[in-house]
């Protein structure tokens, strides 16, 4: 890792991701407060702004398939970042005349919209970061890469949740919101700095050819011999995190009895697990380059799910959530250094665009369920928590046959 952190432009990448969890874990924890204030339904609400945030990806991905890949990717990040920090201005601002009132706004369709429009740039932003990373470091090195900058942002994201939901109770819940708009503002000062190679030109735009270049785009994803099972276990991890986001919310709330500090330490346990995921992913060891590698954390972290909900207690509920952590955080470590290893350059920013449109597409319906329909909402938490330890085992095994399978197609064709 020490390579890795000696490359001038990795840093500023990590610099600008770190920057962004905390900033994103502080706001998050302000939401929250804002729920509680306007005595709206923290799951709900919760999956609202999950919803608003996540849709765009499946609504422009497509979009995002076709042109991402033409334009510089440094170029992405720095605007990407700008506008999101210009967008959360506007939120504190409307926020701020809303709450002035003695009577709570009955609705927060503005924040929504506002989360929406941020989601949208998401949608490009996230895979133009991913396809830069090959253009910032050598191939070697991109799983101890990747696992800098997945479990730093994960520890900051929930690590940093006590913070915010200290600053959220201690200042109020606009200045915990307004710190994101801060983070935005530090990230483009690192984005700026970076000076990635790009071994192809952006590729010259040409809209007559622009479906048939999407066409193209997902024959090359399904032929490719391992993209598709990965692409399919990212987006079940996705699943997961889509319900998980929403659920621990309740199951802090109703279940172990905590407020909004409360749940931001309990978040805090699970940074501690992501931290601890780098000892064991991020020396980039042959393991981890294993293609069993991510089906085996799903059943693992299906497993550590299904214990979850047996439990009552905060601090019998913290251990599992620190190793929940790890899991989370290193799941998409070896997903994401695969892709970025075998996908052509040319390709690149293509793939991860179609790998967030999947993954945005089940997280909607994971929030859907939420506040779409009574079937998760009149569900006591313990009881999701279960139904997921068993949809993961279930999936993890398909996954282990389809790559085995899609392997020895790969390899009688050859």
């Not at 999950?50 to 422009?60: D, E, S």
């Not at 501690?272 to 085996?296: E, K, M, N, Y």
């Not at 989370?328 to 793939?351: H, S």
Request: with cysteine.
């Amino acid at each position: 890792m020490r390579a890795v952190l000696h490359n001038r432009g990795f840093r500023c990448l990590l610099g600008a991701q770190m920057s962004l969890a905390l900033g994103d874990a502080f706001m998050r924890m302000g939401l929250l407060e804002v729920f509680r204030r306007c005595a709206l339904d923290l799951e709900v609400e919760t999956a609202k702004m999950f919803f608003a945030l996540t849709l765009p990806g499946l609504v422009f991905g497509p979009f995002a398939m076709i042109h991402l890949d033409r334009w510089r990717r440094k170029h992405v990040l720095v605007v990407s970042d700008a506008l999101r920090g210009g967008l959360m201005v506007l939120m504190v601002l409307w926020l701020w005349r809303a709450l002035a009132g003695s009577t709570p706004p009955a609705s927060l369709l503005p924040v929504h919209l506002l989360i929406f429009l941020i989601g949208t740039l998401v949608t490009f932003y996230l895979p133009a970061r991913y396809a830069v990373l090959p253009d910032l470091v050598q191939t070697g090195q991109l799983i101890p890469a990747n696992t800098l900058i997945t479990v730093s942002m994960a520890v900051l994201a929930v690590g940093g949740m006590p913070l915010g939901g200290y600053a959220a109770v201690r200042w109020g819940a606009l200045p915990a919101i307004a710190v994101n708009a801060v983070a935005y503002a530090v990230a483009v000062l690192f984005l700026v700095r970076l000076n990635p190679r790009q071994s192809t030109s952006p590729r010259a735009a040409d809209d007559r050819q622009s479906w048939d270049q999407l066409r193209a785009g997902l024959a090359y994803l399904w032929q490719h011999p391992t993209i598709v099972p990965l692409v399919l276990i990212a987006t079940v991890f996705a699943f997961m995190a889509g319900i998980l986001i929403v659920t621990i919310v309740g199951y802090a709330e109703k279940t172990l009895g905590l407020d909004t500090l409360g749940l931001g330490w309990l978040g805090g346990a699970a940074g501690v697990g992501a931290g601890l995921g780098v000892a064991l992913i991020g020396g980039g060891r042959p393991w981890t380059r294993s293609i069993w590698l991510p089906p085996a954390q799903l059943i693992f972290g299906g497993a550590l799910l299904g214990l979850l909900s047996y439990l009552r207690h905060p601090w019998a509920a913290a251990p599992l959530l620190m190793m929940l952590g790890a899991v989370g955080a290193t799941a998409m470590i070896p997903i994401d250094a695969k892709l970025q290893e075998e996908v052509d350059d040319d390709r690149r920013g293509a793939v991860f665009a179609a790998r967030g449109m999947f993954t945005s597409g089940t997280m909607l319906v994971a929030f859907w369920l939420k506040f779409g329909t009574e079937v998760l909402r009149t569900t006591p938490p313990p009881v999701v928590l279960q139904c997921c330890s068993g949809g993961a085992m279930v999936v993890a095994l398909l996954t282990f046959l389809v790559l085995r399978k899609r392997r020895r197609q790969n390899t009688a064709g050859m």
